[in-house]
């Protein structure tokens, strides 16, 4: 597989946005490598596939709505993103028993084994992220990351 390199906007700073630029250079490719091993399989997963099937994952029977309303995202690209996911077979649809208007969406069997092979991949990636780290460095490494996520909140 060839590695894809990015030095868009790469230009060494200050120590305090070097730390940033860190982080989000090892979020891209946490989420590159994550998704490149199920694009290469059966399914055409996008990184927003993915958050789609973990939100019906965790919250069968959830609507579209409320999706829009967790995620804050557009209600037109969320219908899009459903749309795509229900044409795969990894998401159902039945009607609300209540108001026949709303949709409740879950995880179809195919979708459940996406959303499996998603975290499978994803603790792997944990795992290599952190090789040869000991326990005492990956509780700092957590212990000043949670420190930076504070300060920004």
Known sequence: MMQSVDNVNHKSGTPESDVLELVHAVMHDYRSRQYQFLRDGPH??????????????????????????????????????????????????????NDKRNVRLSLTEDGRAVQRALQLQARKLSAQAVAG???????QLLGLLQRVKTNLA
């Open 44 to 97: 055409d997963i996008t990184h927003m596939d993915g958050k789609v099937l973990g939100f019906f994952g965790r919250r069968p029977g959830a609507t579209q709505s409320d999706l829009a309303q967790h995620s804050g995202r557009d209600k037109a690209q969320l219908a899009r993103l459903i749309k795509g996911l229900r044409e795969k077979g990894l998401l159902q649809a039945e009607a609300d028993e």
């Open 133 to 139: 780290m000991s326990a005492d460095e990956r509780t």
